[in-house]
């Protein structure tokens, strides 16, 4: 089985704050970058991350719920994933991230952060953990997580 070589940017879109994380080229670690403030750069702000990173790809954590629908917060990470596929013109994987707010605030807790000291970076740890569990899915099957984002071409 073949794993793709390269820094991958792993993101985690909330309606406040869209948290960042990357991981080495090997895929041996996936950290936290930054958390983005959820405004009107907050798009800008990401193609900049995934410029200055060099990433070649970027998985965008799909929020659906614990029986694979979509919930209110799904439309707008397809839209934030389309914006950032556009924006930057790299390939973006929607990843399902049903559990990864959950794990990292887990995480933060028994690192003996509570909830209120853990909010600026709750979305940054999401984005970590999101992006590892779609490094580990390829590095165990070959095949990349998550469905590619289809930008419609325009006509030539």
Do not use: W, Y
Request: aromatic share 2%; hydrophobic share 40%.
């Amino acid at each position: 089985m073949s794993f793709r070589r390269g820094v991958r940017l792993g993101i985690d879109v909330g309606t406040a704050r869209v948290g960042v994380a990357r991981c080495d080229p090997d895929g041996m670690l996936a950290v936290p970058v930054e958390t983005v403030p959820r405004d009107d750069r907050a798009l800008a702000r990401v193609t900049q991350l995934a410029e200055e990173h060099g990433a070649f790809e970027i998985l965008v954590g799909l929020p659906v719920s614990l029986r694979g629908n979509d919930t209110s917060s799904t439309e707008d990470a397809r839209a934030f994933a389309h914006g950032i596929a556009e924006a930057t013109g790299l390939p973006v994987r929607l990843v399902d991230e049903r559990l990864s707010t959950v794990t990292a605030h887990t995480a933060l807790r028994q690192s003996g952060r509570t909830q209120r000291s853990s909010r600026r970076i709750v979305d940054q740890v999401a984005a970590v953990v999101l992006l590892q569990q779609a490094i580990d899915v390829e590095k165990g099957t070959g095949t990349p997580a998550g469905a590619l984002v289809h930008i419609p071409q325009e006509p030539a």
